[in-house]
């Protein structure tokens, strides 16, 4: 075990190194130059004048922010003695699994690949790419032949290896007390209990303030949301990152939102991010990859038929296209569990200096993939904002919807913490659905893995979505998906078939997310 001392003086020491390489850290040292010719700063107190300065002129504030930002997004640091690979995930048996989950992915690319005889990356046509430069607007009216191509998997071939997970420490004839546990998940993981889920959202209780309900016994809702505009303003007034997600728990402004998630997530869009946004763009011109079908295929699957997100489609394929060209994306492997996967050019298979990653930012398209954009949309209409804001939240937070971790906002965790709940508070209808095949989890698995894209009304979902920004966690997502079946709890104690349960639980757009968190967290009798 780490020290707390040991501990801080390692996040001190890799914070201060990461921002050292930032542009961030150059801004600051030509601000601190440019300072120098000012008249209040003295000679005899140099440092504490120039820090006065930075401090009233705001750069203090961003560099605030960006330290908050650092604590999190990455892990506590591990203790000297521990393998690298740790960080990325501690137990053993769960790497292996998603080492042999990958293998399954590339096998399946790699399969296409030959079937199909298209190579994984060519450089595009002049002809080719004068076109696509002139259509980049409107790539949505293009029509490809994609008849061939398939989504490498789908939510629920990654549950099914998520049901054969075991701890090999356990032999088969052992009945350790999880063993109780009667869900799909068979793993020995650490998931809270109610009484825990209470305090760490103790701002949803049935006492705070909350926007996206519609009646307080406490505080009628339009005085409500008018303190919680001007408080808002305030907040982004003062450009303080924490004071932000700290906000966001009981709920953003609609007209707010997309600032604070901007600054709670530290993306400020600068001229060099505008930059890099158009070398990805350039990227994509010159170089056809094979996901680049995968892309177009899976919005064309799933975005383009839905009624919120299909005037998205230019959007999405503009915003995905760049992120598969983004190599910045791969810093986050260094804290999740997956390993991007490797290419090597034709004739030198197995040499690592011929060895590069394919696609560039290690990231597989899967079906579903583009939902974690399309609701995004709706906040950010410039393209290379929308693309840093798709880009954090995805290295914050949706990674690791699809890939195998113990992480408590893993989604082996979400799916333990949510059968638990519901075989401790609703026993009955569990057991129930249990018995008719209508394992739950087989129903909200999709709901989770998507984080909810696509299955709420697109008001809902953000409101969804503010919450896991205030805590930083995508624990909410199975609480919710327990209180969407304790909501329909009536109508499924009287189904006899999993496809009479999918149905009862098949629109969900109609829900109001707030008031059935509420109730299943602080109206449940623990």
């Known amino acids: 075990m780490l020290d707390p001392d040991s501990g801080l003086s390692l996040t001190i020491a890799r914070i201060v190194q990461r921002l050292q390489g930032s542009s961030l850290h150059s801004q600051l040292e030509r601000q601190a130059r440019v300072s120098l010719h000012k008249p209040e700063i003295k000679l005899e107190s140099l440092k504490e004048d120039i820090k006065d300065f930075l401090k009233t002129s705001g750069w203090e504030k961003k560099l605030q922010n960006a330290v908050y930002s650092e604590l999190n997004v990455f892990p506590s640091p591990c203790h000297p003695a521990a393998p690298p690979e740790h960080m990325k995930e501690p137990l053993a048996y769960m790497r292996k699994a998603q080492g042999s989950w990958e293998k399954r992915i590339l096998k399946s690319l790699n399969s296409m690949c030959t079937e199909l005889s298209i190579p994984l990356a060519q450089k595009r046509p002049a002809s080719e790419q004068k076109e696509l430069l002139n259509k980049w607007n409107e790539m949505g009216t293009d029509e490809p032949d994609l008849s061939l191509f398939r989504p490498v998997y789908a939510p629920k071939d990654f549950l ?32 809270k209990d109610i009484p825990e889920l209470k305090e760490d959202f103790s701002e949803l209780g049935l006492n705070t303030g909350q926007l996206g309900i519609d009646d307080s016994a406490q505080v009628p809702p339009e005085f409500f949301e008018n303190e919680h505009v001007r408080v808002g303003q305030k907040v982004l007034a003062e450009q303080d990152s924490a004071a932000a997600q700290q906000y966001v728990r009981q709920g953003c402004p609609t007209a707010l939102r997309a600032d604070l998630w901007a600054l709670i997530l530290n993306i400020s869009n600068q001229p060099e991010d505008i930059l890099y946004y158009e070398q990805l763009k350039s990227n994509v011109i010159q170089y056809d990859l094979l996901v680049d079908s995968l892309i177009y295929k899976d919005v064309k699957l799933t975005a383009s038929n839905d009624d919120y997100y299909f005037v998205f489609e230019d959007y999405l394929y503009q915003v995905l296209l760049c992120f598969s060209r983004d190599t910045s994306v791969l810093e986050h492997f260094t ?20 060895a590069v990653f394919y696609p560039p930012n290690g990231v597989i398209p899967f079906h579903g993939f583009s939902m974690y954009v399309a609701p995004l949309c709706f906040l950010y209409h410039e393209p290379s904002k929308l693309y840093q804001i798709f880009r954090e939240m995805y290295v914050r937070f949706f990674f690791r919807l699809h890939s195998i971790s113990s992480h408590p906002s893993g989604i082996v965790s979400l799916c333990l913490l949510f059968e638990t709940l519901l075989q401790t508070h609703l026993p009955q209808l569990f057991y129930h659905l249990r018995e008719i095949g209508a394992q739950p989890l087989r129903i909200s698995f999709k709901w989770m893995v998507r984080a909810f894209s696509g299955y709420l009304a697109t008001d809902q979902l953000l409101l969804l979505w503010d919450r896991i920004l205030g805590y930083n966690s995508l624990e909410i997502l199975a609480v919710l998906a327990a209180a969407v079946f304790a909501f329909r709890a009536v109508n499924l104690m009287e189904v006899t078939s999993l496809a009479a349960a999918e149905a009862v639980l098949a629109d969900l757009s109609t829900l109001k997310v707030m008031p059935l968190l509420q109730i299943f967290l602080f109206a449940t009798v623990t």
């Open 335 to 354: 804290y999740s569990s997956a390993t991007p996967p490797k290419s090597y050019i034709r004739g030198k298979l197995g040499i690592e200096e011929y």
């Open 160 to 191: 099914e290896v998520l049901m054969n997970l075991r701890n090999p420490n356990y032999e088969n004839g052992e009945q350790p007390s999880f063993r109780n546990h009667l869900g799909l998940i068979q793993v020995p993981l650490k998931v």
